[in-house]
């Protein structure tokens, strides 16, 4: 056992508060991680809000980290102490039914438990005076140090600076993967995104890495434009500003888009991306997470006149195959992560990065241990 600090959510909707909490070592084929830096997703944010049905208290969340391997348990083959990681919620075991169908990054082999706030083996190793505490997707990286099976984590390079990187954990890769992997976008197509915030603008720095032409960018917030524009959108559009967002975007794309990206979680907007998407090819990727019990809808019609709707999960991206490859696209300069990185906070701050995400005043914060 060793004892760590951690940002823990006791339940729905109360501030996370830091806590002591024991950590018991790695078992066979589990690696212990101290993690170094941890960004704030919204998904975070969401699971705290009490609206995800998968949603656990008292948990420890997180899932957009970086660290280093301290101790590798039994059978552990592929790491060993001293190695940099990035903890991957959609791990990829290389064995399963799902890996092996090269169809589909959704590794199933621990996803059952993964779920119920549990390592493989059915129980937790973290705890508080003896109370377990749950995991959450399988990393909970506002804990300084976790214990991760060693499927679930992809060897990054080593000069690679934690801070920066531990984004490419969900909010880069989810972004990039979703235009490169998920949608297949290509050069010359336009494309629309939903939502500019750590994901967004991750989507719409694919898009522009691509060649795509128009990248539309839509959000309720102005603030996102410059932002949306330094990382090559082409328009802005703010649906307050519109009488009707389907029709104005079919306008300027001369009959619809080739590609849209929701990145909200909202599901009126979904059918918004999904019906300004151009008849007979259009495709509307979901990325954002709508709360337990929503439901999408629009007219079959938009189907049946050759409409495509998709969803991204980690960008489609294969986590021990493609994150160390986006690692090398952050350090040899081809894409940009720290002009995203707007905050930087210690744990004891974590509460106010999530207040600065609802305010939409940060794009990504980052805890550093
Ligand atoms: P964020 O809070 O940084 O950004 C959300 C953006 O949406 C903000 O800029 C906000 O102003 C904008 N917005 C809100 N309502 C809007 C509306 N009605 N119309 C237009 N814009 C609106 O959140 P994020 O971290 O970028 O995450 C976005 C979504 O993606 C969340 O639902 C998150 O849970 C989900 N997500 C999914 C995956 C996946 O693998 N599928 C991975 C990461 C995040
Ligand atoms: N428990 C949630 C699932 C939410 C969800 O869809 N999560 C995404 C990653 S979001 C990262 O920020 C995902 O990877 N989904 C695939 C999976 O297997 O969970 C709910 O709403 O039920
Ligand atoms: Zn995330």
Redesign the pocket.
Known sequence: MIKTKAAVAWKAGAPLTIEDVMLQAPKAGEVLVEVKATGL???DL?TLSGADPEGLFPAILGHEGAGVVLEVGEGVTSLKPGDHVIPLYTPECRQCKSCLSQKTNLCTAIRATQGKGLMPDGTSRFSIDGQPIHHYMGTSTFANHIVVPEIALAKIREDAPFDKVCYIG??VT?GLGAVLFTANVEAGANVVV???????LNVIQGAKMVGADKIIG????PD?EALGRQFGMTDFVN?NDVENVVDHIIQLTDGGADYSFE????TQ?MRQALECTHRGWGQSII???AEAGAEISTRPFQLVTGRVWKG????GARGRTDVPKIVDWYMDGKINIDDLITHHLRLDQINEGFEM?KR?ES?RSVVMY
């Open positions: 997703c919204h998904t969401y969900c909010g989810t939903f939502g500019l915030g750590g994901i967004g839509v959000d309720i917030n996102r649906p990145c909200i979680g909202n907007v990325i954002g997470v991204s999960a980690f960008g995400m939409g794009i």
